[in-house]
């Protein structure tokens, strides 16, 4: 079956713009997870819901990041005036439950310039 | 809060040799722990998992155990193959109410014919 997708695969984007990054999780899956790869601090959690529900918004790294997920299934993260520290791959990940195995999408690699 | 070290790459092998890379944790409670794979140009995969003290994960000829006593989860396969060349992180959730992972920085492993 399908599984996580992500769009868009890369992205460029110049300083000072907002950038919005969509993750598709399994269908099914009720817990997603947003995480960052970069190269200075690794595989760092951003956001994780719980059906449209955000109960742990701890690593977003500031308020110029957001994220929602509408009907239970795609998800959004938004970065408003993206700076060049933003610049990394985002990976979008979703389990069936939380608790069960995470399953991540092939992420969007972001370079902000 | 948590953290995970892995041995820091990259590791460069020859086909068939022993390969160990080492991986410590800190966590509160009892986490799981896990390996994932990220092969080039691909997303993350769960390689394998153990959920409680003395379990022995084991996918593809890999196993890790479960170590309490040193906190650790070393990933170790007795021959490796070309087709393991790859970036390996070693990653834990403590539960909790979101099951967020926390990952190491990763190992790049190279392996040459």
């Known amino acids: 079956g399908a599984g996580v997708s992500q769009s868009p695969s890369n992205k460029v984007t110049e300083k000072g713009k907002d950038v919005e990054l969509r993750c598709d999780p399994i269908?099914?899956?009720?817990?997603l997870y947003w995480y960052r790869q970069s190269l200075g601090q690794g595989l760092e959690f951003l956001i994780y819901?719980?059906?449209?529900?955000?109960?742990?918004k701890s690593g977003l790294p500031s308020d110029r990041f957001s994220a929602e997920r509408t009907g239970g299934s795609v998800s959004t993260l938004t970065i408003q005036r993206t700076q060049q520290e933003d610049s990394a791959v985002y990976l979008c990940?979703?389990?069936?439950?939380?608790?069960?195995?995470?399953?991540f999408g092939p992420g969007t690699r972001l370079t902000v310039t | 809060g948590n953290s995970v070290t892995q041995m820091e790459g990259p590791v460069t092998l020859s086909e068939e040799a022993f390969l160990t890379i080492n991986c410590t944790y800190t966590a509160t409670g009892y986490p799981s722990l896990f390996w994932y794979v990220q092969y080039p140009g691909e997303g993350l995969q769960l390689l394998l998992k153990a959920t409680k003290a003395d379990d022995k994960g084991s996918n593809k000829g890999f196993e890790a155990t479960y170590r309490k006593e040193t906190t650790s989860f070393h990933l170790e396969k007795g021959s490796v193959q070309v087709s393991d060349s790859a970036v390996y992180f070693c990653?834990?959730?403590?539960?909790?109410?979101?099951?967020?992972?926390?990952f190491g920085k990763g190992t790049l492993l190279t392996v040459n014919p």
């Open positions: 990940a979703s389990s069936l439950r939380q608790g069960n195995e995470q399953y």
């Open positions: 819901f719980q059906g449209n529900s955000a109960p742990d």
């Open positions: 269908s099914g899956h009720t817990a």
């Open positions: 990653a834990l959730n403590s539960g909790g109410s979101n099951y967020k992972l926390t």
